[in-house]
C-alpha cells in the first residue's frame, strides 16, 4: 500500500515537472528568438530561424539612430508615465480598498460587486467616451490622460481589497482611533507599512501595465516627442524602416528588457503578495 502510495506520487510529480517544463519552453522560445533576431541582421533573418545571438546588435542600433528613433526620449517618456501611474495606482486603489474593507456604510455589497463589474469591461468599449471625455478636459495630447484616471483603477481596487481582506487587524486600528489618530493618519502610518508587501505586487503590475499601455497612448497622445517606446516602436512599421527587419527586432526588445529586469529583481514580491492575499482567516 505505501509502495503503491510512493510510486503515485513520485509519478505525479514527474508528470507536472513534464508539463512544467513544456509551458516554460513554450513561453521562453518566441521571447529568446525575438532578442536573438535583435542581434541578427536583416539577410540574416530572412534565411530562417537561429537559436544563437549574431554580431549586427550595434549596427542594428545605429540603423535605429539613423532612421531618427530617438530611443532615449522614448525610454524617459515612458518611465515618467509607468513610474507616475504606478504611485497613483497603488495609492488611490489600496486608499479605496481600506474604506471598503474597514468601514461598514449602506449599498457596501453593491459597490463591491459593481467594481468586480468594471474589471471585466475592456477598456476598448468605453474608448471613445474615454476620448471625448479627456478631450472636453483638455487633456487630449497629455500625460495626465493617461496618468489620472488611473485614481479609480478597478483592477488595483479589487486585488488591494482582496489583500487587505486578509491582514487587516480591527483591533489595532480601533486603538489608533483611542489615542486620537485621525482615519488618514491610521491608514498612512498603520495599515500602508503593513500592506507594503501587497503594495508592492501591485505596483508591479501597474508599472508593466503602463509600460506596455500602447492602445491608450496611441489614442491619446499625438506629438512625437511625447511617444512612449511602444509608439516609437509602432513608427518602425513605415515604408522606410520595413525591410529592417534587425532594428525592427531591436526596438521591439528594448520595450521588453526593461520588463524583464523588474521582474527578476522583484519576482518574489509578486509570489509573496499573492500567496498572502490569497489566505483569509
Known amino acids: 500500500m505505501l509502495n503503491n502510495y510512493k510510486f503515485n506520487t513520485t509519478l505525479m510529480r514527474i508528470l507536472v515537472y513534464v508539463v512544467l517544463v ?15 533576431n535583435a542581434t541578427r541582421s536583416t539577410t540574416e533573418i530572412q534565411q530562417g530561424l537561429s537559436i544563437l545571438p549574431s554580431t549586427h546588435l550595434i549596427d542594428n542600433y545605429q540603423i535605429l539612430l539613423s532612421k531618427g528613433l530617438n530611443v532615449s526620449r522614448g525610454f524617459s517618456n515612458s518611465l515618467f508615465v509607468a513610474l507616475a501611474s504606478t504611485v497613483v495606482t497603488v495609492y488611490f486603489s489600496l486608499l479605496t480598498a481600506y474604506g471598503i474593507v474597514v468601514y461598514e ?16 469591461i475592456p477598456m476598448q468599449l468605453t474608448i471613445i467616451g474615454f ?11 497629455n500625460y495626465a490622460s493617461l496618468i489620472l484616471p488611473l485614481i479609480a483603477n478597478a483592477g488595483g481596487v479589487f486585488f488591494g481589497k482582496q489583500y487587505l481582506e486578509s491582514m487587516v487587524i480591527q483591533d489595532l486600528i480601533d486603538a489608533a482611533r483611542i489615542d486620537g489618530a485621525s482615519e488618514l493618519k491610521i491608514f498612512h502610518s498603520i495599515m500602508f507599512p503593513l500592506a507594503m508587501p501587497g503594495a508592492a505586487t501591485m505596483g508591479i503590475f ?71 492575499g490569497a489566505v483569509k482567516e
Do not use: C, H
Request: no cysteine.
Open 206 to 276: 501597474a508599472f508593466v501595465a503602463s509600460w506596455n499601455n500602447f492602445f491608450n497612448a496611441f489614442i491619446l497622445i499625438t506629438s512625437l516627442d511625447k511617444y512612449t517606446l511602444p509608439m516609437l516602436v509602432k513608427t518602425l512599421r513605415g515604408d522606410v524602416y520595413r525591410t529592417e527587419y534587425g532594428a525592427i527586432y531591436l526596438g521591439l526588445a528594448l520595450t521588453v528588457v526593461p520588463v524583464i529586469i523588474l521582474y527578476a529583481l522583484f519576482s518574489r514580491y509578486i509570489i509573496s503578495g499573492i500567496a498572502m
Open 131 to 141: 476620448f471625448q471625455y479627456m478631450s472636453r478636459l483638455g487633456l487630449t495630447d
Open 22 to 36: 513544456i509551458l516554460v519552453i513554450i513561453t521562453i522560445i518566441p521571447l529568446w528568438l525575438l532578442l536573438v
Open 105 to 120: 456604510f449602506k449599498g457596501k455589497r453593491f459597490f463591491s460587486n459593481f467594481i468586480v463589474v468594471l474589471v471585466m
